[in-house]
Nanobody, 122 residues
Framework: QVQLVESGGGLVQAGGSLRLSCAGS????????MGWFRQAPGKERAFVAN????????DYADSVKGRFTISRDNAKNTLYLQMNSLKPEDTAVYYC???????????????WGQGTQVTVSS
């Protein structure tokens, strides 16, 4: 059974930092693009960041550029998201995703974690 399990969420004050982890099991994700998404209360799920299989190419949403860093350790089958200078508007459930595919219209991810809550207080 393929699983992605996020950890590292929590409550932090504005300006603080958190590091999220996403541990994969059931298959190797070393050849996959992997990404982070988030969903705030009352809003749709939104893209945060993506990283290619080697870690050499990364993409970020404009809202997190310069504050968040996505990385991966293929030997551990694990994805990370370092979040610095956190703002209250970063409050959301954060999801990791793997195995990005192009449908002809958009990118989609085949595997998803269950999410971890990040709350940033002002």
């Amino acid at each position: 059974q393929v699983q992605l399990v996020e950890s590292g969420g929590g409550l932090v004050q504005a300006g603080g930092s958190l590091r999220l982890s996403c541990a994969g099991s059931g298959r190797t994700f070393g050849d996959d693009n992997m990404g982070w998404f988030r969903q705030a209360p009352g809003k749709e799920r939104a893209f945060v960041a993506n990283i290619n299989w080697s870690g050499g190419t990364t993409d970020y949403a404009d809202s997190v550029k310069g504050r968040f860093t996505i990385s991966r350790d293929n030997a551990k089958n694990t994805l990370y998201l370092q979040m610095n200078s956190l703002k209250p508007e970063d409050t959301a459930v954060y999801y990791c995703a793997a195995n990005r595919i192009w449908t002809g219209r958009s990118y989609e991810y085949r595997y998803w974690g269950q999410g971890t809550q990040v709350t940033v207080s002002s």
